[in-house]
Structure formats: structure tokens, C-alpha cells
């Protein structure tokens, strides 16, 4: 970690002194995503957001690192607001009725696996998770 926490004063100095930050951040954002500084990326997509709403796919990175942290309630929130944006996103849907899934609440997964279906009767993984409603 402390690694980690040496690069994320560098980092921050280096945003400061760049011309486009938010384009930084992201690219950051999304190395932090791959090497597993999943806490410092989700800092990044944050402040981003809080730039620019109008991107699902903004949205959509943080809720699966909470989803992947075990913070369903947090992860909901974020592919909520994305899938809004998105209504015919099928893996913010799945990522959704996994989380619902989760915790208990198999009435709100099915509407998101049924829309999957509907558009795609084939999709393995819908007809997976909308079998464990039953």
C-alpha cells in the first residue's frame, strides 16, 4: 500500500498541472481499475461525475467496484442512475439482477432479467439468474 499511496500524490499534483484533467483522471481511474486500487478509482469517478452526469458508463465503473467490494447498496445506486441513462444497457441490467439477487430481493430482479429476455430470449446468464427467482 504504500506504494500506492505515493502514486496517489503524484497523481495529484500531476492533475493539477495538467491542461485536461478530467481525460487524466479517467485514464487513471481506469489503471487504478485494472491494478486493483479500486478505492482511489472510485475517488476518480467521483469527481468526475460530479462533472459530467451525462455518462453512463461513468456510472456504471464505480458500481461494479462496489458490487465487487460487497457494497450491493452503493453498487444499486450508481447502476440505477446509469441505467436511466442507458435503459437498453443489458450488462448494467444483469450487473442489477445479480445484486438483487443477492439480497433477497428476487421480486426486482425480475424485471431486469425479463427485459434482458425480451430483447435477447437466448441470453444464458438471464435465463440463469431468472431461474433462482422461481
Known sequence: MKYLDKAMIIYNKVFHLSKNQNVLKEQVADLCIETGASSYAIKLLNELISVDRERPDLLFKPGVLFENKGEGAKAIIHFNEALMMDRE?????????????????????????????????????????LRQCI
Do not use: V
Request: proline share 5%; glycine share 2%.
Open 89 to 129: 444497457n443489458i450488462d448494467i441490467k444483469l450487473h442489477l439482477a445479480r445484486i438483487y439477487l443477492e439480497q433477497g430481493m428476487i421480486i426486482r430482479a425480475e424485471k431486469p432479467l425479463n427485459e434482458i429476455l425480451k430483447k435477447d430470449p437466448d441470453h444464458k446468464e438471464a435465463k440463469k439468474l
